[in-house]
């Protein structure tokens, strides 16, 4: 059986690669996780997924652009980006984020409530970038389209948009 380019330009097999990645990184990917999810089981399939990534995408990996352990951090932000939009289930008319039905419970209420306040509190600017990327899962592309302005404003307005969000939920005590 013949090997793929991709199996050829790892430094390890598969499993061998992954234990060592994990061996390596691993707590620190863990770490940052649990920071950034809502528990421990969550941080877990989150570095569980970036170590995966990591091994379909090794052979894209360039050593002279930045160490294995950014690369894997950057694989991990992109990860826990996607976990964000499929766990999200609040939905978006205009501006406002609309109250989830009742059939997810008080809880759902609850977070939908004091996202909404949240938001609120940013300029409409960024709020604007964070409602269409995250509520209505579009691309920096396609928002700057919608809204008339470039890429990078996008992804600038994003940038300082989701830390001024950071922070008002951290204020509200929803964030460690």
Same mark, same amino acid.
């Given at each position: 059986?013949?090997?793929?380019?991709?199996?050829?330009?790892?430094?390890?097999?598969?499993?061998?690669?992954?234990?060592?990645?994990?061996?390596?990184?691993?707590?620190?990917?863990?770490?940052?996780?649990?920071?950034?999810v809502?528990?421990?089981?969550?941080?877990e399939?989150?570095?569980?997924e970036?170590?995966?990534?990591?091994?379909?995408?090794?052979?894209?990996?360039?050593? *002279?652009r930045?160490? @294995?352990? =950014?690369?894997?951090?950057? %694989?991990?932000?992109? /990860?826990?980006?996607?976990?964000? #939009?499929k766990?999200?289930?609040?939905?978006?008319?205009? *501006?406002?984020?609309? @109250?989830p =039905?009742?059939?997810?419970g %008080?809880?759902?209420? /609850?977070?939908?409530?004091?996202? #909404?306040?949240?938001?609120?509190?940013?300029?409409?600017?960024?709020?604007?970038?964070?409602?269409?990327?995250?509520?209505?899962?579009?691309?920096? /592309?396609?928002?700057?389209?919608?809204?008339?302005v470039?890429?990078?404003?996008?992804?600038?307005?994003?940038?300082?948009?989701?830390?001024?969000?950071?922070?008002?939920?951290?204020?509200?005590?929803?964030?460690?």
């Open positions: 059986m013949s090997k793929t380019s991709s199996q050829t330009d790892r430094p390890e097999g598969g499993e061998a690669l992954t234990k060592r990645l994990h061996a390596e990184h691993g707590a620190a990917l863990f770490n940052w996780a649990v920071g950034r809502a528990d421990r089981r969550d941080a399939e989150l570095v569980a970036t170590l995966v990534r990591a091994w379909r995408k090794y052979d894209q990996y360039q050593p *002279d930045g160490s @294995e352990r =950014a690369w894997l951090f950057g %694989i991990a932000r992109n /990860a826990s980006t996607d976990l964000y #939009r766990t999200r289930r609040l939905r978006l008319v205009g *501006d406002n984020v609309e @109250e =039905a009742h059939d997810g %008080i809880e759902n209420l /609850a977070e939908a409530s004091v996202i #909404r306040d949240a938001l609120s509190t940013l300029s409409d600017p960024h709020r604007a970038v964070i409602v269409e990327a995250f509520f209505q899962g579009r691309t920096a /592309a396609e928002i700057g389209e919608r809204i008339g470039p890429p990078g404003t996008v992804k600038s307005r994003m940038f300082y948009g989701m830390r001024a969000l950071r922070a008002a939920l951290e204020e509200r005590e929803v964030l460690r």
